[in-house]
């Protein structure tokens, strides 16, 4: 059974950093696979960054994120800089049908 299990949200204010963390159970999951999507109150979800493509990011979010993984670890990380407001949501992980539960990321202005 895989799991998909994210940690790193909180509340911060406007121009600080995150670090988000998403570890697969199981060692042989393809954490490539894995991408970072975020839903904000009343909106869709939606991708925020992938590996696809050399990276992938939401136009939103390009320059002030980083997608990357540690495949020892099975985990994968999306560095997040320069907050805006804008950015507050639930922040999930997904990938091949599995999806975490969700970290709640909170930008204060």
């Known amino acids: 059974q895989v799991q998909l299990v994210e940690s790193g949200g909180g509340l911060v204010q406007a121009g600080e950093s995150l670090r988000l963390s998403c570890t697969a159970s199981g060692s042989m999951f393809p954490i490539y696979n894995i991408g970072w999507y975020r839903q904000a109150p009343g909106k869709q979800r939606e991708l925020v960054a992938g590996?696809?493509?050399?990276?992938r990011y939401a136009d939103s979010v390009k320059g002030r994120f980083t997608i990357s993984g540690d495949r020892a670890k099975n985990t994968v990380y999306l560095q997040m800089n320069s907050l805006k407001p804008e950015d507050t949501a639930v922040y999930y992980c997904g990938g091949l049908s599995y999806w975490g539960k969700g970290t709640l990321v909170t930008v204060s202005s």
């Open positions: 590996f696809t493509s050399g990276g």
